[in-house]
């Protein structure tokens, strides 16, 4: 089985641009949390998805950052009009339907960079 | 979901076992704990959860004491690979069939020395 897929590993943008951040969950999985680690920090939740329903987006800034789950393809983190601050690694995870004890499964993250 | 405490350090000789203390004096009936680790640069992986029964799979062992106030992840014969940073979780079993986020913490710091 493959595991959580994220991409781009890496991801350099400039301040302003957009950035689009990937994830496909584990095949069979259709539950799918994003996460966001500060340099030097711990995890910290953003958002939760199930298949095109936001289910809890108690972690996601106000303004600027926005998810998806579609019904076909990988869950999207959009960040729009990018600052400094946006500098660091988001974590995507997954867990199956049904029995609410399951672990999350990671993937490795994409490193993002704003110059 | 309650809190954990988790020594912010700890070293290991490569070979003996790796004992990781988590103290959850908090928790709740319908709360299990969940372990992960974090090697550097790499996502958090999944080690092992449970309830309140010890547990054991092919990575580690997890004991739990009687009154679920405290655990300890057992790594049983720890390998350089293994140095990373160690979370305890405690997350409540959700309702409606909806699951929860994970809290991470500092976690500890193992460092499993040659």
């Known amino acids: 089985n493959a595991g959580v897929m994220q991409n781009p590993r890496h991801l350099v943008r400039r301040r302003g641009q957009e950035a689009r951040l990937r994830c496909s969950p584990m095949?069979?999985?259709?539950?799918v949390y994003w996460y966001r680690q500060l340099p030097e920090e711990g995890l910290k939740f953003m958002v939760y998805l199930q298949k095109e329903n936001i289910i809890d987006e108690s972690g996601m800034p106000k303004e600027r950052f926005s998810a998806e789950f579609p019904k076909e393809g990988p869950s999207i983190l959009r960040i729009q009009q990018v600052v400094r601050g946006d500098s660091a690694a988001y974590f995507c995870?997954?867990?199956?339907?049904?029995?609410?004890?399951?672990?999350?499964?990671f993937g490795d993250g994409t490193r993002l960079s704003i110059l | 979901d309650a809190k954990t405490t988790q020594p912010t350090s700890m070293d290991c000789a490569e070979g003996r076992a790796a004992n990781l203390p988590c103290n959850h004096s908090?928790?709740?009936?319908?709360?299990?704990v969940y372990w992960y680790r974090q090697i550097h640069s790499q996502g958090p992986q999944y080690i092992i959860h449970g309830l309140k029964n010890n547990e054991t799979n092919e990575m580690a062992s997890l004991i739990i004491t009687e009154d679920r106030k405290s655990s300890t992840l057992i790594l049983p014969h720890a390998t350089l690979r293994d140095t990373a940073v160690y979370y305890c979780?405690?997350?409540?079993w959700g309702r409606g069939g909806s699951a929860r986020q994970l809290t991470f913490g500092s976690g500890t710091q193992l460092t499993v020395l040659p």
């Open positions: 095949k069979g999985h259709s539950h």
């Open positions: 995870a997954s867990s199956p339907p049904g029995g609410s004890n399951q672990p999350q499964h």
């Open positions: 908090t928790i709740s009936g319908n709360e299990y």
């Open positions: 979780i405690v997350r409540e």
